[in-house]
């Protein structure tokens, strides 16, 4: 996801997580160097297979220009400047429930707060993980001065849409895609 295509343009308020007395306590909880090659390590083939499936990269290259794209989104890896790279875990019992990537930026004079990843772990879907951890990232951006939350989202991501949805986003720009004949695999997105 870049944060180049953020820039929310949002004039409602942000939507707030309602709160819900069953839904589970999480904290972000920064990886270990290891968490993050691990982490990495799913980020590249998961990217390049999305790369493929959507029509954009061959086969035979998405490997390395998803390794090559990573390169040049994190040149310091897990100390690249702005980023923070975290587990998510249940505060109940400390197990690890999922894993985030985030950045604040400063840009244009304002702050910047723009999500990259979020994962949950398949088996603890639909339990209020990952809308604890949006509450978490407003309190977060709300601190670092950051008056909206960006993100990217593939538009045939049900779930996430679904969940963003949820949350109060809305669309604030979209990238369009027209299929030549030319083309042979994917559809336009
Ligand atoms: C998207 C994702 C992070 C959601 O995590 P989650 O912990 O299951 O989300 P929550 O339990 O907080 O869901 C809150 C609400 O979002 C919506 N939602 C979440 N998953 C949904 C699904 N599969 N279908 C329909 N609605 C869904 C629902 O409204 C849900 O509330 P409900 O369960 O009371 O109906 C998770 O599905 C995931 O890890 N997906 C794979 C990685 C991914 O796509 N990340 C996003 C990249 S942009």
New binding site residues.
């Given amino acids: 996801?870049s944060a180049d295509e953020t820039n929310a343009r949002d004039e409602r308020r942000p939507g707030r997580a309602e709160t819900a007395p069953s839904l589970p306590a999480v904290r972000l909880e920064p990886m270990t160097e290891l968490d993050f090659q691990e982490s990495v390590k799913r980020a590249i083939p998961r990217h390049a297979a999305e790369q493929v499936r959507r029509g954009f990269w061959t086969e035979a290259e998405a490997t390395d220009a998803s390794r090559a794209e990573m390169a040049q989104l994190l040149p310091q890896g897990r100390a690249t400047p702005h980023y923070h790279f975290c587990n998510i875990v249940d505060a109940r019992d400390g197990s690890e429930v999922?894993e985030t990537w985030y950045n604040v930026q400063v840009k244009g004079g304002k702050a910047q707060f723009w999500i990259d990843?979020?994962?949950?772990e398949p088996q603890?879907?639909?339990?209020?993980?990952?809308?604890?951890v949006f509450r978490h990232f407003e309190t977060e951006a709300a601190e670092q001065g950051a008056d909206r939350i960006g993100?990217?989202?593939?538009a045939d991501?049900?779930?996430?849409l679904?969940?963003y949805s949820?949350l109060g986003y809305v669309t604030s720009n979209m990238r369009m895609t027209k299929l030549l004949d030319r083309a042979v695999k994917g559809r336009p997105r």
């Avoid at 603890?124 to 604890?132: E, N, V």
């Avoid at 993100?151 to 593939?154: A, G, S």
């Avoid at 991501?157 to 996430?160: K, L, Q």
């Fill in positions: 996801m999922g990843w979020i994962w949950i603890l879907r639909r339990r209020g993980y990952a809308s604890q993100l990217h989202v593939l991501n049900d779930s996430a679904a969940l949820k």
